[in-house]
């Protein structure tokens, strides 16, 4: 009786073991959701989000039916890193390049996509214009942060 007790616990122990194993492999071969940009659609309300987050903005000129415009939809802001980059650096801010055209005019927008980082007080750090596959873009994009930190040092020594 006492070995049957023994290879039941053994058994119970096995089977335990394994049920964990899958369950764990099943876990991770589960992905997470793609990350996306977290968009924002109200340049003022974007302006207040940057101040008191202290993240510059990107603000990003996009048109309806562009095929540069989608292609950077789809290649570069679709990439989960790229969008986790820009969630985690910026606030992110998209806007239509005609029913916005007030704005793009103010800063100076002549195409569409144009992307440019911006501080909170609208210093521009950056300009990104056209279609940039996702490597270049987050490589122009941590040129414009490290411009940014380089002009705020030259105003904090005046």
């Given at each position: 009786?006492?070995?049957?007790?023994?290879?039941?616990?053994?058994?119970?122990?096995?089977?335990?073991?394994?049920?964990?194993l899958i369950g764990a492999l099943w876990a991770a071969q589960e992905k997470a959701?793609?990350?996306?940009?977290?968009?924002?659609?109200?340049?003022?309300?974007?302006?207040?989000?940057?101040?008191?987050?202290?993240?510059?903005?990107?603000?990003?000129?996009?048109?309806?039916?562009?095929?540069?415009?989608?292609?950077?939809?789809?290649?570069?802001?679709?990439?989960?890193?790229?969008?986790?980059?820009?969630?985690?650096?910026?606030?992110?801010?998209?806007?239509?390049?005609?029913?916005?055209?007030?704005?793009?005019?103010?800063?100076?927008?002549?195409?569409?996509?144009?992307?440019?980082?911006?501080?909170?007080?609208?210093?521009?750090?950056?300009?990104?214009?056209?279609?940039?596959?996702?490597?270049?873009?987050?490589?122009?994009?941590?040129?414009?942060?490290?411009?940014?930190?380089?002009?705020?040092?030259?105003?904090?020594?005046?």
């Open positions: 009786m006492g070995q049957r007790n023994l290879r039941m616990k053994i058994l119970a122990g096995t089977v335990t073991t394994v049920v964990c959701p793609p990350a996306r940009v977290a968009w924002q659609h109200d340049l003022k309300a974007a302006q207040k989000l940057s101040v008191a987050r202290g993240k510059p903005m990107l603000v990003v000129f996009m048109g309806a039916e562009g095929t540069w415009c989608k292609m950077l939809e789809r290649d570069t802001f679709c990439d989960s890193a790229t969008a986790a980059y820009i969630n985690s650096a910026f606030i992110p801010v998209l806007l239509d390049g005609e029913k916005d055209r007030k704005i793009a005019d103010i800063l100076e927008v002549t195409q569409v996509p144009t992307s440019l980082v911006l501080s909170h007080n609208a210093d521009l750090w950056g300009t990104i214009s056209g279609y940039v596959e996702k490597a270049r873009y987050r490589k122009a994009l941590q040129q414009a942060l490290t411009n940014g930190a380089a002009l705020r040092m030259t105003a904090s020594a005046r």
